[in-house]
């Protein structure tokens, strides 16, 4: 079985700051990826970044990235010098066995609602 | 290019109907996947097709069933409503290959059954 884990449900963070989001993972799978999806107050769900299990280096999309640390098991997501589009409803979700490409079977956790202060 | 497309965006059913939510992309992607989120939580999984004429169940597929006969469109139906089937029902298409991924989500269909 699958968990994510995310210990933050609320951050309040000045503009223009960085902004690490937390994001812990439980799995017996030796493969997996690891996803960052943002759902601002609209309602849409928005897919950010990915990290593979096997990928040496971490994931950059812009100003996401992806700090993965496999022996930790954490796959925190760093926003860089934040925006107030930045405000938003932030989860983090894995995919276990990643050497099968039929399996998309997601597992998220229950969010992060980052709040960015002009 | 519209992406992914869900219709409708709001329904309101009573206890016993049945109901088909549609999705449909244009992206051409071999993945289709069906969410729903409830209230304080994340999504779960209901179905999801690898490609056209093969659906698998994920978490939560009781009391949905789906069907995938072309690769644009992956219709979830309700079989029989019921109260707890209320939540925002979230469409996805999505291609992978070996260290690339996208996902494109729908806007999402609120449904409420009373």
Redesign the interface.
Known sequence: AQK?TQTQPGMFVQEKEAVTLDCTYDTSDQSY?L?WYKQPSS?????LI?Q?SY?EQNATEGRYSLNFQKARKSANLVISASQLGDSAMY?C?MRGSISN??N????????TRLTIIP | NAGVTQTPKFQVLKTGQSMTLQCAQDMNHEYMSWYRQDPGMGLRLIHYSVGAGITDQGEVPNGYNVSRSTTEDFPLRLLSAAPSQTSVYFCASSYWTSGSYEQYFGPGTRLTVT
Do not use: H, R, V
């Not at chain 1, 309602?43 to 897919?47: A, L, N, S, V």
């Open positions: 994510i990826g996803f309602g849409e769900m928005i897919f990915y593979g990928d989860f979700a490409f039929g998309e079977k997601l597992t998220f956790g229950t969010g």
